[in-house]
């Protein structure tokens, strides 16, 4: 056995083999020459374990390709692209929503270069960060005033501070919905010091519930989107223009989280009726807020547009210096409102809409291209077919409510369906799809079409290992 450890290679000529691997040139000499040393770790490992057992097993030739594998699966990002064949367009675990091109563009910007991010180029003194967005937010849904923060959640968290703090906040119970992250309304409102008065019952609650509750203590009305679960049957909410009818009545201001919150209106793309913020605006909520990241498909971002009085204690609240919105953010989220300014244009231009609203010709269409192009390239291994399916909108948006898809499903002649899903994990890039019926189904829905050629290439790695 120790005469095994004299047929090592040493660290150093690796090393050079390695710098001389165009691929691998560029990496930092130091994270090199640490991976390799954790190489030869494991295989003095397997020496001692008798896993290795002949010299021949430990020639330079026979492990370069070896530490050269490792080398690229350890060296590179951890946090990378993935290819989403899911069929989910807003998938919180992959990302949510993807940025326009001119989104990004305005992001590459604001990061490489100074900006007038709190400078006021009238005056030459210092300015607002919110200002950037706040008319174009107002142009869009109507709103007197407007706020951006971190995310939704840290929405809900201020408006709930600034409006209700060590006060209560009535709420029917059947929208203390858990989003989902731990994101859970009644969790939320304790951490901002609000108290929560839950009112109704779970399937129905009405305009009395409310009104019975409401007290001297009573700060606000709030309606919560019920986002990612749906109740059907004996069920019953009160609208929120009998809402704002209540709120008038007490003098009570009533609160909005709508959730995903979408700017464009989806019937007109076919789909299920959302309320936009704009109606919500017009139906007399003071404060709505939603998730720039949903379906307005722009970055993470949480929206506060509402009443002039109430959002500007928004923005003096210490809590907004802490949960603000950072400037690459701030950069796409105003290129991705620039884009709503033309709706008809918005439902092509943002590509969460695009992907949300694609038809199923379109998209049958790009199913038997993305089967052709596998066939070209691993033809022989598999067999593809074209299904109807579904997808999903994703992100608490539209429950439950399928999206028709024409799917390419892949079934592999040597391995399981399983285990091919399991190496389409660690292919370059990952390649994310899902099983149905014994197959692995790709939703064209969630793919670029430039992406079909990675998507190949991915399934070619996973079946020659
Ligand atoms: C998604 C969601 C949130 C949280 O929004 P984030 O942007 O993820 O922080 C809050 N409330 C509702 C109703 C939601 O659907």
Same mark, same amino acid.
């Given at each position: 056995?120790?005469?095994?450890?004299?047929?090592?290679?040493?660290?150093?000529?690796?090393?050079?083999?390695?710098?001389?691997?165009?691929?691998?040139?560029?990496?930092?000499?130091?994270?090199?020459?640490?991976?390799?040393?954790?190489?030869?770790?494991?295989?003095?490992?397997?020496?001692?374990?008798?896993?290795?057992?002949?010299?021949?097993?430990?020639?330079?030739?026979?492990?370069?390709?070896?530490?050269?594998?490792?080398?690229?699966?350890?060296?590179?990002?951890?946090?990378?692209?993935?290819?989403?064949?899911?069929?989910?367009?807003?998938?919180?675990?992959?990302?949510?929503?993807?940025?326009?091109?001119?989104?990004?563009?305005?992001?590459?910007?604001?990061?490489?270069?100074?900006?007038?991010?709190?400078?006021?180029?009238?005056?030459?003194?210092?300015?607002?960060?919110?200002?950037?967005?706040?008319?174009?937010?107002?142009?869009?849904?109507?709103?007197?005033?407007?706020?951006?923060?971190?995310?939704?959640?840290?929405?809900?968290?201020?408006?709930?501070?600034?409006?209700?703090?060590?006060?209560?906040?009535?709420?029917?119970?059947?929208?203390?919905?858990?989003?989902?992250?731990?994101?859970?309304?009644?969790?939320?409102?304790?951490?901002?010091?609000?108290?929560?008065?839950?009112?109704?019952?779970?399937?129905?609650?009405?305009?009395?519930?409310?009104?019975?509750?409401?007290?001297?203590?009573?700060?606000?009305?709030?309606?919560?989107?019920?986002?990612?679960?749906?109740?059907?049957?004996?069920?019953?909410?009160?609208?929120?223009?009998?809402?704002?009818?209540?709120?008038?009545?007490?003098?009570?201001?009533?609160?909005?989280?709508?959730?995903?919150?979408?700017?464009?209106?989806?019937?007109?793309?076919?789909?299920?009726?959302?309320?936009?913020?704009?109606?919500?605006?017009?139906?007399?909520?003071?404060?709505?807020?939603?998730?720039?990241?949903?379906?307005?498909?722009?970055?993470?971002?949480?929206?506060?547009?509402?009443?002039?009085?109430?959002?500007?204690?928004?923005?003096?609240? $210490?809590?907004? =210096?802490?949960?603000?919105?950072?400037?690459?953010? !701030?950069?796409?989220?105003? /290129? %991705? *409102? &620039?884009?709503? @300014?033309?709706?008809?244009?918005?439902?092509?231009?943002? $590509?969460?809409? =695009?992907?949300?609203?694609?038809?199923?010709?379109? !998209?049958?269409?790009?199913? /038997? %291209? *993305? &089967?052709?192009? @596998?066939?070209?390239?691993?033809?022989?291994?598999?067999?593809?077919?074209? =299904?109807?399916?579904?997808?999903?909108?994703?992100?608490?948006?539209?429950?439950?409510?399928? *999206?028709?898809?024409? @799917?390419?499903?892949?079934?592999?002649?040597?391995?399981?369906?399983?285990?091919?899903?399991?190496?389409?994990?660690?292919?370059?890039?990952?390649?994310?799809?899902?099983?149905?019926?014994?197959?692995?189904?790709?939703?064209?829905?969630?793919?670029?079409?430039?992406?079909?050629?990675?998507?190949?290439?991915?399934?070619?790695?996973?079946?020659?290992?």
């Amino acid at each position: 056995m120790s005469r095994l450890f004299q047929h090592l290679p040493s660290v150093d000529p690796i090393l050079t083999a390695l710098t001389d691997d165009s691929t691998l040139a560029a990496l930092p000499r130091p994270l090199l020459r640490e991976l390799v040393n954790e190489f030869l770790d494991i295989k003095r490992e397997e020496i001692r374990s008798g896993v290795v057992s002949e010299p021949e097993e430990l020639a330079f030739e026979r492990l370069l390709p070896a530490v050269m594998a490792m080398v690229r699966v350890k060296a590179r990002p951890h946090f990378r692209r993935v290819l989403n064949a899911t069929g989910v367009v807003i998938h919180t675990n992959m990302g949510r929503s993807l940025l326009a091109p001119e989104a990004v563009q305005a992001v590459v910007e604001a990061c490489a270069r100074y900006s007038n991010l709190e400078f006021d180029l009238a005056t030459g003194e210092r300015g607002s960060r919110y200002s950037h967005v706040e008319e174009l937010l107002c142009t869009i849904t109507g709103a007197e005033a407007a706020v951006v923060v971190n995310n939704n959640a840290a929405a809900v968290m201020l408006m709930l501070d600034t409006l209700a703090k060590g006060r209560e906040v009535i709420v029917s119970r059947g929208q203390l919905v858990e989003i989902g992250g731990s994101f859970r309304i009644p969790d939320v409102m304790a951490k901002s010091g609000a108290t929560l008065r839950e009112v109704g019952a779970t399937n129905r609650t009405h305009v009395r519930d409310y009104e019975q509750a409401i007290g001297d203590n009573t700060a606000a009305l709030m309606r919560v989107h019920t986002s990612n679960f749906r109740m059907v049957g004996f069920t019953g909410e009160v609208d929120l223009p009998r809402m704002r009818e209540l709120g008038d009545r007490y003098g009570l201001p009533v609160l909005e989280d709508l959730g995903s919150g979408t700017l464009f209106p989806l019937e007109r793309a076919g789909m299920p009726s959302e309320p936009t913020v704009q109606e919500v605006v017009r139906q007399g909520a003071d404060i709505v807020s939603f998730s720039g990241d949903k379906v307005l498909g722009g970055p993470q971002a949480g929206i506060i547009v509402g009443r002039e009085e109430w959002i500007s204690r928004i923005k003096v609240n $210490p809590m907004n =210096r802490a949960l603000r919105i950072d400037k690459m953010t !701030l950069a796409a989220l105003e /290129a %991705t *409102l &620039r884009l709503y @300014l033309d709706m008809d244009s918005a439902r092509t231009a943002v $590509p969460t809409l =695009r992907m949300i609203t694609a038809e199923y010709r379109q !998209l049958r269409s790009r199913a /038997a %291209t *993305l &089967r052709r192009t @596998l066939d070209r390239a691993v033809g022989e291994q598999v067999e593809t077919s074209v =299904r109807r399916g579904a997808s999903r909108v994703g992100g608490g948006a539209f429950p439950e409510r399928d *999206l028709e898809t024409a @799917l390419v499903a892949v079934v592999p002649k040597n391995i399981s369906v399983d285990e091919l899903r399991q190496r389409l994990l660690a292919t370059d890039p990952p390649l994310v799809g899902r099983i149905e019926d014994n197959a692995f189904c790709l939703d064209p829905r969630t793919l670029a079409s430039d992406e079909y050629r990675l998507v190949a290439e991915a399934l070619n790695q996973a079946l020659r290992q």
